[in-house]
């Protein structure tokens, strides 16, 4: 589990990453196509091209940490969109994670009586 910092920001990149990147390739992605400092305390969220492979880059405050994910079946749900990069809170990356459509989640119904 990752613990966010308060007010942490979190940014996904567009489109689809090479997955063979290492640390210092997704940093510099970071910089330089996100125009983003990688050691700012941002997590950066990475998908590759068939979509079921996702990691994630932070600078924690000692080091550069890299998370990764792969689906057995499906696929993360992922913005389509002409900028290069999507802001999300903190709970929609939970939901990213656990593969909810965090886009629009439904909320559970709540009961009207009491039974």
């Known amino acids: 589990m990752i613990v966010l910092p308060s007010g942490a920001r979190v940014w ?18 970071a910089q330089l196509v996100l125009q983003e400092n990688p050691f700012s305390g ?12 996702i990691e994630l880059l932070w600078f924690d405050g000692q080091g550069l940490c ?3 994910k792969r689906l ?7 913005p389509v969109t002409d900028i290069g990069r999507v802001s999300l809170t903190p709970a929609q990356l939970s939901m990213l994670l656990e593969c909810i459509d965090w886009r629009m989640p439904s909320r559970a119904r709540r009961p009207e009586l009491a039974s």
């Open 12 to 29: 996904l990149a567009c489109g689809y990453t090479d997955m063979r990147k290492g640390m210092d390739g997704l940093a510099m992605l």
């Open 42 to 53: 941002t997590l950066f969220a990475f998908r590759g091209k068939r979509g079921g492979l």
């Open 66 to 68: 890299l998370f990764s």
């Open 72 to 78: 057995d079946k499906g696929h993360f749900q992922w």
